[in-house]
């Protein structure tokens, strides 16, 4: 790994360990609030966990900004190769998915989406996250491709 | 990858003559240049051609106009 990633690979980690542990206070703070009546649980833990998500994507985000920015034209016409190539192959597959999923004789199917549950945010956030897989799987197989076929030897 | 690739030409280069030359390692032309030593072996092998910022920084670096190290297939 080229020496200024590890910069930015110990400022995420910082970020990502204050984040955890800001979490960890805002779970302690909401409990303690629940407990005495001053908040209603459900909600406070709705709106902790928005803010929570919004700041982790915002790191991740900052995060990918700043590797973009450390790694080398090559690495990078490594990524946006595969971000285009894997990614859209990626949702071809899942593609395939969506038109079988809005078929009449999907309407019975009913499978455990999430962690338990089958009601309709979690089968919305499970096909967001098969989606996602899917484009990722593609990511990286067409980047160790496209990697390996111009640096090995 | 750049334009021309695309357009299904390929390129030469001379860098792993003029790296020669001078007894530069790949890791030493790679710290000159500012990337990575896999890039410049990918450049050497001709499996990945330099945009135009990194082919004026090569030129520079060896004191040859780009001409003389970059050339059509």
Known sequence: MSKRLWPVVGKSLLGLAAILVLMFGAGIAVGYLSARGVVAADDAMVTVMTIFAVILMIGGMAFSVAWMRAIDEAAREAHKSAWFWGGCSGMAVGGVGIVLASLPQAQALQFVAWDGRTDPAAYMAAGAFAMMLLMTLGYFVVWAWWWLARTRG | ?73
Do not use: C
């Open chain 2, 1 to 73: 990858m750049v334009a021309g690739a695309d357009a299904g030409l390929s390129m030469n280069n001379r860098l792993k003559v003029l790296r020669a030359e001078r007894n530069w390692s790949q890791a030493d032309l790679a710290d000159a240049l500012g990337v990575s030593r896999q890039t410049v072996n990918a450049l050497e092998t001709g499996r990945y051609d330099p945009s135009l910022p990194l082919a004026f920084r090569i030129a520079k670096v060896f004191g040859h106009p780009i001409e003389s190290i970059f050339s059509e297939d």
